[in-house]
């Protein structure tokens, strides 16, 4: 999806980020549709995973069903991001995703020493929800900076 809306990205971003936004909310429904629907068709077929790549994948299914619903976060925080690199913010998306990776895997360590796959599981899904919460907030912030900009110019 990202490469569908990328071009649209630009061309909306190019007066300012703000205008970008309603484009960026419609491809977020869109995302949202997409993501969680993977993530209960991956939910679903998981006890089948043996049959498709034979009997090594029997033991996987409890994780695959735990880890789907990441898929759905992970096309919530993508739609921020893309806009981000679209608009030229490439600074802000990679402060983002540096500070995520960084601090993710410190999270993802520690939760699967004190409590194994589960630590490492629930640690996952903070670290996704908190990329969907700092990606959105970053844009979120840019944008009102950019219409800031805009009005002022027009006064």
């Known amino acids: 999806m990202n490469r569908l809306v990328y071009r649209r990205f630009v061309r909306a971003s190019r007066d300012?980020?703000?205008r970008a936004l309603p484009?960026?909310?419609r491809v977020l429904v869109g995302a949202v549709v997409l993501g969680s629907?993977?993530?209960l068709l991956l939910f679903l077929l998981a006890p089948w995973l043996g049959?498709?790549?034979g009997r090594a994948?029997?033991?996987?299914t409890f994780f695959v069903r735990?880890?789907?619903g990441t898929i759905a976060l992970i096309a919530v925080w993508s739609v921020a991001i893309d806009l981000l690199g679209a608009s030229g913010r490439q600074g802000a998306r990679a402060m983002i995703l540096s500070t995520v990776n960084l601090l993710g895997g410190g999270l993802i360590a520690a939760a699967s020493w004190l409590a194994g796959p589960?630590?490492?599981i629930v640690a996952l899904y903070?670290?996704?929800a908190g990329t969907v919460a700092a990606a959105w907030l970053v844009l979120l912030s840019l944008a009102a900076r950019s219409r800031g900009r805009a009005l002022s110019a027009a006064a």
């Not at 994948?57 to 996987?60: A, G, L």
Request: overall charge negative; aromatic content about 8%; charged content about 15%.
């Open 16 to 18: 300012g980020l703000h």
């Open 23 to 25: 484009d960026a909310g």
């Open 37 to 39: 629907g993977t993530a």
């Open 51 to 53: 049959l498709a790549f």
């Open 57 to 60: 994948y029997d033991e996987v």
């Open 66 to 68: 735990c880890l789907s």
């Open 118 to 120: 589960s630590g490492a």
């Open 126 to 128: 903070a670290i996704e």
